[in-house]
């Protein structure tokens, strides 16, 4: 009994590192081949209540992130993805806030308290099965500039993890 508790434990404590998948190894030319192709057809809606589409985002290296504004770990790393988003965004790099459960309203006002510079959208069954599973909040997932997706991330990113990873893409 005391050896399955164990190994329960010490599953649970190396979780994060089987969920969030391989490193940026290697990014000749901005491109990842970690887990394939990324679905980007989707149209979603932003804050605005207009559509937003994934798909023009082809060419750039891209953050998709799923939050929601109860979510206080999705709240802390906010203001890091604004920094880097405000300083890697000449170069190519985008961050799409998909968030879980908010109305436009709620969505324009919270872009407005926090001064987010990126698109905030809303989710869908379809953009949330193509880049799930999501287990929790935040959950993102990095995508090279040729649509292949390069890293999951289950839990908050630092600014310096983000910068880290994205370098080799740009």
């Known amino acids: 009994m005391l050896a399955a508790v164990a190994a329960l434990a010490l599953g649970v404590l190396t979780l994060p590192v089987w969920l969030t998948g ?20 989707f149209t979603l809606k932003d804050m605005n209540d207009a559509e937003y589409r994934l798909a023009d985002l082809k060419g750039k290296v891209v953050l998709v992130n799923f939050w929601a504004s109860w979510c206080a770990p999705c709240l802390a790393e906010i203001p890091e993805f604004i920094k880097v988003r405000e300083e890697y965004h000449d170069q ?72 880290k990873e994205i370098k080799p893409l740009l």
């Not at 490193?23 to 980007?40: H, L, Q, R």
């Open 22 to 41: 391989p490193a940026v190894e290697s990014a000749a030319e901005g491109t990842c081949k970690a887990e394939g192709p990324a679905k980007m057809d």
């Open 92 to 163: 190519g790099f985008e961050i799409v806030g998909i968030s879980t459960d908010d109305t436009p309203q709620q969505l324009r006002e919270f872009a407005a308290k926090y001064k987010t510079n990126y698109p905030l959208v809303q989710v869908t069954a379809e953009v949330e099965e193509a880049f799930g599973p999501v287990f929790g909040l935040p959950t993102s997932i990095l995508v090279a500039r040729d649509g292949s997706v390069c890293k999951r991330h289950f839990g908050p990113l630092s600014k310096e993890q983000l910068e």
